[in-house]
């Protein structure tokens, strides 16, 4: 699904992100549940901030995969950390961790401090929009291409 991006001058320029994301007509919205990086479904149970953030951005592929959608199709990011300064400090391994899963495509994202997550070994959890469309055809790929093309 091929995003028209919105970046309001008035905004300043976005880093790692867009501030708006508009779908195209034809797609299907899913919803994904907060994804963590611990667990069966996660890969083992990985420790520190990175470890986890890489591993639940991979479990949030997995479910729009299996809608029949594609990282690309992700319009929106919610990410729920427990230590904000962790985060910080692990924005470079954080960056790689993201790059390998999402590669160039910057949804509209929020990042949220919280206090704790229901499964107590988590520091991260990423909830996720995406609009699958009705129907792939080949003539959607330059453009989705040039939107994932973000400095």
Do not use: C
Not at 58 to 76: H, L, T
Not at 92 to 103: D, P
């Amino acid at each position: 699904m091929t995003f028209e991006i919105f970046n309001p001058e008035a905004l300043g320029p976005p880093r790692g992100w867009n501030n708006g994301m508009l779908a195209p007509e034809g797609g299907r919205t899913l919803f994904v549940a907060g994804q963590i990086g611990v667990g069966p479904v996660g890969a083992g149970s990985e420790s520190g901030m990175s470890a986890q953030f890489g591993a639940a951005l991979v479990n949030v592929a997995r479910v729009v995969e299996e809608a029949g959608g594609r990282v690309a199709d992700v319009g929106r990011l919610t990410i729920y950390v427990t230590d904000m300064d962790v985060y910080r400090e692990s924005l470079a391994e954080i960056g790689t961790a993201y790059g390998s899963v999402f590669g160039k495509h910057f949804p509209a994202m929020s990042l949220v401090a919280v206090t704790e997550l229901v499964d107590p070994k988590a520091v991260v959890e990423i909830e996720a929009t995406a609009v699958v469309p009705s129907k792939r055809t080949d003539e959607v790929e330059p453009a989705r291409a040039a939107a994932e093309e973000q400095p």
